[in-house]
């Protein structure tokens, strides 16, 4: 539940720290990009399969998320600071891996290495983290972090476009897998101490007992409900990630333009995250993902209609500006409705969900577009489960409503 004390654990140091974390998850997710911009380089060495690098990505999701959980006990009892000094060496030789492929050590470069022990090392515990360094702009503060998977596809795809046209996209992840131990590694030694937020034995245990409704329902009801909407709006969230650049190349497009387009939908993402994280900290993180959600489903289906590369990058933007807002902003309303006490299993369980939406949405683009040769399939049956997501959502935010009005 949000902090109500009047005075604030927020200080200077706190937006230090999650700077920090910022530029750490930056480089933790920017080796995960490197897949989406080579995906018919890597494809091509397997018969043009594309699920084969779709898979990769899929697993690197879906692991993080499982890793996630793991981690988030683990740095809970031992510190966030040595759970990412794990994870940032754990992405370095997943990357190395990687390189022995494709298929199989692509995969297990993936999914074991950068996913389940890199990414999961970092991502789920920096939320944790960084939450217990605010109370009243924890919103804000929570979109800023969550910002680093965005910005690191706004900035990198690019670079690696470029890199990968030189040398090759093996090349490409051995040079990014040394820049990403040599940056993340200093930042978790110097920066991430003890956060200002306390969980007092006496405060778990009296939490664990309670069973206190939420919105009126079982607290795991409604546990339950938010995860299957992470995934559900999550799986058409992947798509034109993992896919535009491709999607572009089968439209004639140049594959360096398309890397462009990918920078362009998520450094919009990354831009509008801050705007989407001022607006949560006002109506809630339930009404946040509402918003974003709609705004979401309104872009695939525009996806679906635009076949120009000008078409394309206004539609790219906008999707950029929709979803950005939708992750954190299901953290936020976790520690709104939940106590805090139970952040560290609650908020990786809920990443894990949102990260198997990732990974079913980019694999099952993959494999749509395998069956079909084009990837409006694809994108029909993301617009699909954005529509359940956003009947989910709407429910508890009804129900929410509901009982506001009640009190």
């Not at 809970?76 to 190395?96: H, Q, S, Y």
């Not at 106590?339 to 949405?361: D, H, K, N, Q």
Request: glycine letters at 12%; hydrophobic letters at 55%.
């Amino acid at each position: 539940m949000l902090q109500s004390s009047t005075a604030s654990i927020e200080s200077r140091s706190s937006w230090v720290v999650a700077s920090m974390a910022l530029i750490t998850l930056l480089m933790a997710f920017g080796g995960a990009w490197i897949t989406p911009v080579a995906l018919k380089d890597i494809a091509a060495e397997v018969g043009g399969a594309r699920e084969v690098p779709a898979l990769a990505s899929a697993l690197a999701w879906l692991c993080s998320g499982i890793g996630g959980i793991v981690m988030g006990r683990i740095a809970d009892r031992i510190g966030t600071r040595w759970t990412v000094l794990c994870g940032a060496l754990m992405i370095g030789a997943g990357l190395a891996i990687s390189t022995l492929g494709p298929p199989v050590p692509l995969w297990i470069g993936h999914g074991l290495f950068i996913g389940l022990l890199g990414l999961g090392g970092i991502n789920a515990p920096m939320y944790i983290y960084i939450s217990r360094w605010f109370d009243r702009r924890r919103g804000s503060a929570l979109a800023l972090i969550s910002s680093g998977s965005y910005l690191a596809g706004a900035m990198w795809p690019p670079v690696f476009e470029h890199v990968i046209a030189a040398l090759g996209w093996r090349e490409c992840m051995l040079i990014y897998a040394v820049a990403e131990i040599v940056v993340v590694v200093p930042i978790a030694i110097v920066f991430f101490r003890t956060p200002p937020e306390v969980i007092h034995p006496v405060e778990a245990a009296h939490a664990a007992a309670s069973r206190a409704p939420v919105l009126g329902w079982p607290p795991n009801a409604v546990f339950a409900m938010m995860c299957g909407a992470a995934v559900l709006c999550c799986v058409p969230m992947a798509m034109p990630q993992q896919h535009l650049v491709a999607f572009c190349s089968d439209l004639g497009i140049a594959r360096s333009v398309g890397a462009i387009m990918l920078s362009v939908l998520l450094g919009t993402a990354f831009l509008s995250r801050q705007i989407w994280g001022a607006i949560s900290d006002r109506i809630g993180g339930l009404a946040t993902v509402l918003i974003g959600s709609l705004w979401q489903c309104g872009s695939m289906i525009a996806f679906l209609l635009t076949q120009n590369e000008a078409g394309l990058f206004m539609v790219a933007a906008a999707f950029g500006l929709g979803f950005s807002g939708i992750i954190p902003a299901y953290v936020l309303a976790l520690r709104e409705l939940f106590p805090a006490s139970e952040a560290y299993w609650r908020i990786p369980t809920l990443l894990l969900f949102s990260g198997m939406g990732m990974a079913l949405g980019g694999w099952l683009a993959g494999v749509l577009y395998d069956h079909y040769g084009f990837y409006a399939p694809a994108f029909a049956a993301g617009v699909g489960a954005n529509m359940l997501n956003i009947l989910v959502v709407g429910t508890l935010v009804m129900r929410r409503r509901v009982r506001l009005a009640v009190a």
